[in-house]
């Protein structure tokens, strides 16, 4: 029972660069979210999706895409990477509605140099 | 706005000792309310919720009441473990049907043998 599987683990790119990070839930949940967590400031949610084709913001969305294009897959593109966006990326699925437990995957650590 | 403000850590209690997070929210209507944990170097996973006033949520000899007079879910053990140690995250849901959550900042805690 996969879950939430984000890749890859760990990544290190230069300013400018762009990326995908993957993520996808073999759980059939409709809700899919990307958050970022940065010492000191918790979890912020980047963009989230409530179903395929349907996709929104969340408090953090600025150098960050997003497309849900299946119900199980969920990636999060870097435009033009950051130093201010070094983090750990966690995607979460749920099944969307208001008492639904989110399911994490292990996250992905993300260095700009 | 909505928010989560829960106790600052770091928290380091000797093994069998009794444990207090403190977590109080901010949010019209009635939430459904969890705590996370995250153990190093893996995602958050839920450790337990409730989702109407006065509920108590426990899992693993944690507890925790929703107290809606108080808009607080303090987290308890009685007597903690080393196994314990983590980051513990208080978080609502203020989106109904969408499935976001709002996340404290999270208390790191340490547990010595």
């Known amino acids: 029972n996969a879950g939430v599987t984000q890749t890859p683990k760990f990544q290190v790119l230069k300013t400018g660069q762009s990326m995908t990070l993957q993520c996808a839930q073999d759980?059939?949940?409709?809700?899919m979210s990307w958050y970022r967590q940065d010492p000191g400031m918790g979890l912020r949610l980047i963009h989230y999706s409530v179903g395929a084709g349907i996709t929104d913001q969340g408090e953090v969305p600025n150098g960050y895409n997003v497309s849900r294009s299946t119900t199980e897959d969920f990636p999060l593109r870097l435009l033009s990477a950051a130093p201010s966006q070094t983090s750990v990326y966690f995607c979460a699925s749920s099944q969307g509605l208001g008492n639904s437990p989110l399911h994490f995957g292990n996250g992905t650590r993300l260095t700009v140099t | 706005g909505n928010s989560v403000t829960q106790m600052e850590g770091p928290v380091t209690l000797s093994e069998e000792a009794f444990l207090t997070i403190n977590c109080t929210y901010t949010?019209?209507?009635?939430?459904?309310l969890f705590w996370y944990v995250q153990y190093p170097g893996e995602g958050l996973q839920l450790l337990l919720k409730?989702?109407?006033?006065?509920d108590k949520g426990s899992n693993k000899g944690f507890e925790a009441t929703y107290r809606k007079e108080t808009t607080s879910f303090h987290l308890e053990k009685g007597s903690v473990q080393v196994s314990d140690s983590a980051v513990y995250f208080c978080?609502?849901?203020?989106?109904?049907?969408?499935?976001?959550?709002?996340f404290g900042k999270g208390t790191k805690l340490s547990v010595k043998p």
């Open positions: 759980m059939n949940h409709e809700y």
């Open positions: 978080a609502y849901n203020y989106g109904g049907s969408q499935g976001n959550l709002i």
């Open positions: 949010a019209t209507g009635y939430p459904s």
């Open positions: 409730a989702t109407k006033a006065d």
